[in-house]
């Protein structure tokens, strides 16, 4: 039973279109996030939700918005790819405690 | 705003060898974690450090915490190609977790 899932896992795309990504956690946890990591393995906090709210919303271009449609689940839309949002992507999910993360969407953008 | 620095970034160790990783973050922290990374595969908790002289131990790797001198240390004994990945720890502030810049661990035979 997979805890935290995504989809994609794998994102190649051009320049300027849109894409989503989804993540879903069968954890019951009330918290959601979204990493980046970059090619140097570099991993930053994007975006945290609490229960459908958001609660962390750090200096992230507004070409990305995620979207909570109930504390399940947290995806992540981007507007008009750039070449430097080429990386991974990792949702996690905790509840007050350890963060638990998905596999990863490796987004390449051409 | 919190700043995370490990050292060394990469590192490689001869299989039997003992070697220890340290993590210095520049603020007060709620806790710490560590995370272990394999090449293209998601981050796996290892440890959570709760208080200042925190000690955790799991199998081959030990954890320690010292807030006052904001220091963690992931200690490596008698070294086997398994433990081969990237390593991060990581300060929890504010319900945000911020990562180190890994260490990369190589168990050479």
């Known amino acids: 039973d997979t805890a935290v899932s995504q989809t994609p896992k794998y994102l190649v795309t051009q320049m300027g279109n849109d894409k989503s990504i989804k993540c879903e956690q069968n954890?019951?946890?009330?918290?959601m996030y979204w990493y980046k990591q970059d090619s140097k393995k570099f991993l930053k906090i994007m975006f945290s939700?609490?229960?459908?709210?958001?609660?962390i919303n750090e200096t992230v271009p507004n070409r990305f918005s995620p979207k909570s449609p109930d504390k399940a689940h947290l995806n992540l839309h981007i507007n008009s790819l750039e070449l430097g949002d080429s990386a991974v992507y990792f949702c996690?999910?905790?509840?007050?405690?350890?963060?638990?993360f998905g596999p990863g969407t490796r987004l390449t953008v051409l | 705003e919190l700043k995370v620095e490990q050292n060394p970034l990469f590192l490689s160790m001869q299989e039997g060898k003992n070697y220890t990783i340290y993590c210095n973050y520049s603020?007060?922290?709620?806790?710490l974690y560590w995370y272990r990374q394999d090449p293209g595969k998601s981050l796996e908790s290892l440890f959570v450090?709760?208080?200042?002289?925190a000690v955790k131990q799991e199998g081959r790797l030990m954890a320690s915490l010292d807030t006052k001198a904001r220091l963690s240390t992931l200690h490596i004994t008698a070294a086997v190609h398994d433990l081969s990945a990237t390593y991060f720890c990581?300060?929890?502030?504010?319900?945000?977790?911020?990562f180190g810049t890994g260490t990369r661990l190589t168990i050479i035979p």
């Open positions: 954890l019951g946890h009330d918290t």
């Open positions: 450090l709760l208080s200042n002289g």
């Open positions: 996690a999910s905790s509840s007050r405690g350890t963060q638990y």
């Open positions: 939700y609490n229960n459908k709210e958001l609660i």
């Open positions: 603020t007060t922290s709620d806790r």
């Open positions: 990581a300060p929890l502030l504010d319900e945000k977790l911020t």
